[in-house]
């Protein structure tokens, strides 16, 4: 039996119009993942020249095993919105006054008694479960290819049930600490309540929980994240974030060749 010509004239537009909106949706989704990765990043990191103290304390089966402080100092970079960051060890006593720079790509690290200055792997650990990519500023936003793989309910860092927008995270860079990302963000607010962090061969290093959100520099930002080693839970690391405040220093400092004179108060 053959359809009408009436059947093409209403119903094909309907299926052809179908068609285009469910490309549009798919290609949408994929934008909106982008999007919502950025506005995350936007809470994590304000959008101006800043410094933050960063302390950090590793527990294993609940006892403190070591501790370490930082301020680092952030600047966007012009070319390509990322963050270029210098790091000043605070303790202990014996690394006072060490530095590590990030310049975009490249990790150096600065030690004033030998005037010495090295690369370093974003990935190799700074104290516990904290790596050098950790405590350095990043846009994930431009490191990383997002996907939207739904929205689940989970529970935060201080045991709150959260509804979360679930992205995936391709590294889209070959200076990305990670290679892929599990990150949940906050469906409500942006915020990043959780994250997983894959090596390449696909091992899980470490969950993430963001917690005490404050006022700072304009927005409610996480002051402490909550490291748990992939293998070991028993192993912890706690990073707190204090002393926000908007501080620029020269575009011409965040260079390794002006790391032997870098001084700042």
């Known amino acids: 039996m053959s359809l ?44 101006k020249a ?9 527990f294993l089966d609940g006892k403190r095993v070591d501790s370490s402080s930082m301020v680092t100092f952030s600047r966007q970079l012009a070319e390509g919105g990322q963050y270029a960051t210098i790091v000043k060890f605070l303790s202990p006593a014996r690394d ?39 405590v350095v500023t990043v846009n994930l936003a431009r490191d990383y290819r997002a996907s939207h793989a739904g929205e689940e309910e989970l529970l935060d860092g201080e045991r709150k049930v959260r509804r979360a927008h679930k992205l995936v995270l391709d590294a889209s860079t070959s200076d990305a600490t990670y290679s892929r990302i599990e990150l949940w963000v906050g469906v409500d607010n942006n915020w990043p309540i959780k994250g997983l962090f ?38 912890v690391t706690l990073m707190r974030l204090t002393d926000f405040a908007s501080k620029a220093l020269p575009a011409s400092w965040f260079q390794r060749d002006h790391l032997p004179r870098f001084q700042v108060e």
């Open 4 to 47: 009408p010509r009436s059947f093409f004239r209403v119903v094909w537009p309907m299926i052809v119009t179908a068609a285009l909106l469910a490309g549009w949706s798919v290609a949408s989704a994929a934008v909106d993942a982008q999007r919502i990765l950025a506005a995350s990043d936007a809470v994590r990191n304000p959008g």
């Open 50 to 58: 800043f410094s933050v103290t960063v302390g950090l304390t590793e």
């Open 96 to 134: 006072t006054g060490k530095l590590m720079l990030k310049d975009g790509k490249d990790l150096w690290f600065f030690d004033p008694t030998t005037k010495a200055s090295v690369r370093l792997s974003p990935q190799q650990r700074l104290l516990g479960q904290a790596s050098n990519g950790d």
């Open 198 to 235: 894959y090596a390449e061969s696909g091992r899980l290093l470490k969950t993430v929980f963001y917690r005490k959100f404050q006022p700072q520099l304009g927005l409610d930002r996480p002051t402490e994240l909550v490291i748990i080693d992939g293998v070991n839970p028993a192993s």
